[in-house]
C-alpha cells in the first residue's frame, strides 16, 4: 500500500438512500434478478427508459429519477462497456475549443468541471498540474501560445466560479521547476514553461459506477445484461442477455453491438420481453445510428499507451507536447493509478463497423511515441509499452473534414416513431447533457418531472451524500488508494468485504485491496471477472496485472454468489 488516510465520517447521515422507506445503493445479481422480474411482470408504462449505461445515459438516468421519474436503465453488457471507459480521464475546461473560437463548449466545461469538482464528486475529481515545456528551437509562435491559451483558460475558470483555491491559475515556470514536475523531460536547451492547472478523474469507469449507483438510490432499476433489440418513443423488446440459467456468455456477456444484432445460438425467445414508457431515450453513443434510424454517427478512434511511470521519473504532473505542425493539437503523458502513465491522445477517423472494444494500431503507437519523445530526455521505445487501450468518439457526422476538425457538441434527435437519441458530447458535459434530455423528454410526454437537483447532488462517495461511513478498522486507518476511489464509502468498502484479509492487496505492487473486489461483486453490480478487473478496477488494462490479480476476482464472485444462495 502507498500509505494510508484517517477514516472520513464526513457529515451526519440525513433520511436518504440508507433508509427503509428509500432504495439502496448497492447493485447487485440478485437486485438485477429481482428489478428484472418485476420488469417482466409489469402491465404499466414506467416513467422513462433509458437504453445504455455508459456515462450519458447513468447520467440521464440520476436526473430522471432524482427528479421522481420511475426510471428503467437497459444496458446489453456492462456499465462503462464502451466509449465511458477508454477516455483520457479527465475532467477538463475546454481549451482546446477556446482556441478553435468555440466559447459555447469551453465555457460549459468549465462550469461542469467546477461542479464535479467542488459538489458532485470531489472525491473522484482532482486537479491536475500540466506543463508544456518550451526549448531554444521552439518556434515564437509555439512559445506563446500555449501560455495565452492557459491564461485564457483560468479567467474561464474564474467566470464559471471555480475558486483559485480549488484550481490554481496559469504561471511560467524556470526549467528547474519543469523538470520537479515532469523529472524524465529533455533538459538540453530547456528555456521555461507553461504551467496550468485542469482535473483528471480518479477513473473514468468509477465516475459511470458512481452516478448509477446514485441512480439506483433514487429508485432507478439500473440492469446490464439486458439487450434491447427494437425500441420506439413509448415500448422496447428487451432480452435477458443472461438467460433463464443465469450464466454470462463469455467472460464478458454477449459480443455485438450496443442495441440490436448480437448471436445467440440457443432458442433464446423465452429471455424477450417487451416493456412500455412513456418516453424511450437512447443513449448508445458510436451505436446509436443501429437504435435510431437516419442518425449519422462518425466514430473517431482515440488510442492511449500505459507505462511504468519510472520511465519519467515518476512525474506530479502531465507532461503536454505540441504536435508537430499543429497549432491546436497536444500529446501527453499522465500519471494515472498503480504507478502508470497514460500517453494520448490519437484522432483517427475508424471507419466500418463498430467493435466491442477498438484496438490500437501500431501507426498511431509509433506516433505517440514520436510526439512525447521529443521531450524527453531518455527516449522511449515500444519496449517501455506496458498496454494500450483506445476508444471511440461518438461524434456527430457533418459529411466532411477529418475528425480531429468535427464539433464535440451533442446532438439531441427525435424519430418519427418518437424514439429520442442523444448522441455526440463530452464526458465532462455528461450532467449537463442528461439534464436537457430529461427536460425535452419530460415537457413533450407530459412527465411529472421536478425541477434539475444533479448541480447540487452528491455522488456515492462524496461528502454530503447521505449514506453514512463506517469506521472499519481498529485502528481508524484506511489505506490512501482505497480512500482516494471511493471517498466517504472507503470504511464501508472494508465493512462489508465477503472476503476475508480485507486490506490485503489483491495482487504484489497493485494498491487494490481485496474488500474491493468484494464490493465490485456486492454493491456496484459487477457480474464476471471482466467486469471486476476491466471496469469496476483498471487492473486489465496491463496483463501481466490482469493475471496476477484474477483469482481473488474470481473468489470474490464465488463469495457473492454463496452469500446469495
Not at 466545461?109 to 518550451?134: F, N
Not at 448509477?212 to 445484461?225: C, L
Not at 506530479?316 to 507536447?321: K, R
Not at 418519427?416 to 455526440?424: H, K, P, Y
Amino acid at each position: 500500500m502507498t500509505g494510508h488516510a484517517k477514516a472520513d465520517h464526513g457529515p451526519t447521515a440525513r433520511p436518504g438512500p440508507t433508509d427503509a422507506r428509500a432504495p439502496s445503493t448497492a447493485l447487485s445479481a440478485g437486485r438485477r434478478a429481482r428489478e428484472l422480474a418485476e420488469l417482466r411482470g409489469r402491465s404499466t408504462p414506467v416513467d422513462l427508459i433509458v437504453i445504455g449505461g455508459g456515462i450519458t445515459g447513468a447520467g440521464i438516468a440520476l436526473d430522471a429519477a432524482s427528479r421522481g421519474l420511475e426510471t428503467v436503465l437497459l444496458e446489453a453488457h456492462d456499465l462503462a462497456f464502451g466509449t465511458s471507459r477508454w477516455s483520457s480521464k479527465l475532467a477538463h475546461g475546454g481549451l482546446r475549443y477556446l482556441a478553435t473560437g468555440n466559447v459555447a463548449i469551453a465555457r460549459r466545461s468549465a462550469v461542469e468541471r467546477g461542479i464535479m469538482l467542488e459538489r458532485t464528486a470531489p472525491h473522484l475529481v482532482r486537479p491536475l498540474a500540466q506543463v508544456v515545456p518550451v526549448y531554444r528551437d521552439t518556434q515564437p509562435v509555439g512559445a506563446v501560445l500555449p501560455g495565452l491559451g492557459f491564461v485564457a483558460g483560468t479567467v474561464l475558470s474564474r467566470l464559471a466560479g471555480t475558486r483559485a483555491d480549488r484550481l490554481p491559475g496559469a504561471r511560467v515556470l524556470g526549467p528547474r521547476r519543469v523538470a520537479e514536475y515532469v523529472p524524465g523531460v529533455r533538459r538540453d536547451g530547456l528555456r521555461f514553461g507553461h504551467l496550468n492547472w485542469d482535473c483528471q478523474l480518479v477513473d473514468d469507469a468509477r465516475l459511470v459506477t458512481a452516478v448509477a449507483r446514485t441512480a439506483a438510490g433514487h429508485g432507478a432499476r439500473v440492469i446490464t445484461r439486458a439487450r434491447v433489440l427494437e425500441a420506439s418513443g413509448t415500448r422496447v423488446t428487451v432480452r435477458d442477455e443472461l438467460g433463464a440459467g443465469g450464466a454470462v456468455v463469455g467472460g464478458a456477456g454477449v459480443g455485438g453491438a450496443g442495441v440490436g444484432g448480437a448471436a445467440r445460438s440457443d432458442d433464446d425467445s423465452d429471455d424477450e420481453f417487451t416493456l412500455s414508457a412513456r418516453a424511450v431515450v437512447s443513449a448508445t453513443g458510436v451505436w446509436a445510428g443501429q437504435t435510431t434510424p437516419g442518425v449519422r454517427v462518425r466514430p473517431s478512434r482515440g488510442t492511449h499507451l500505459v507505462l511504468d511511470a519510472a520511465a519519467l521519473g515518476h512525474p506530479v504532473g502531465a507532461l503536454t507536447v505540441p504536435v508537430p505542425g499543429e497549432t491546436n493539437r497536444f500529446c501527453f503523458a499522465i500519471p494515472a493509478e498503480f504507478g502508470r502513465l497514460h500517453v494520448g491522445l490519437t484522432d483517427v477517423d475508424a471507419p466500418g463497423p463498430v467493435p466491442d472494444v477498438p484496438e490500437s494500431t501500431e501507426a498511431e503507437i509509433d506516433f505517440l511515441l514520436d510526439v512525447v519523445n521529443r521531450a524527453l530526455e531518455v527516449r522511449l521505445t515500444r519496449d517501455d509499452v506496458l498496454g494500450t487501450f483506445a476508444g471511440l468518439r461518438p461524434l456527430v457526422d457533418s459529411g466532411d473534414g477529418d475528425t480531429a476538425d468535427l464539433s464535440r457538441d451533442h446532438a439531441l434527435l427525435t424519430s418519427d416513431n418518437g424514439l429520442v437519441t442523444i448522441t455526440g458530447g463530452k464526458l465532462t458535459e455528461y450532467r449537463l447533457m442528461a439534464e436537457q434530455v430529461v427536460d425535452l423528454v419530460a415537457g413533450r410526454a407530459g412527465l411529472p418531472a421536478g425541477p434539475c437537483r444533479t448541480a447540487d447532488l452528491p455522488l456515492v462517495g462524496a461528502p454530503g451524500h447521505p449514506v453514512a461511513a463506517v469506521a472499519a478498522t481498529s485502528a481508524g486507518l484506511l489505506p490512501a488508494s482505497l480512500v482516494a476511489r471511493y471517498g466517504q464509502e472507503a470504511g464501508t468498502v472494508v465493512a462489508a468485504s465477503l472476503l476475508d484479509r480485507p486490506l490485503e492487496a489483491v495482487a504484489e505492487g497493485l494498491d487494490v485491496t481485496r474488500a474491493e473486489f468484494s464490493y465490485a461483486v456486492t454493491h456496484e453490480g459487477a457480474l464476471t471477472v471482466d467486469d471486476v478487473l476491466d471496469r469496476r478496477s483498471r487492473i486489465g488494462l496491463v496483463a501481466t496485472d490482469r493475471a496476477a490479480a484474477e483469482p481473488v476476482a474470481r473468489q470474490a464472485l464465488a463469495a457473492g454468489r454463496a452469500a446469495a444462495d
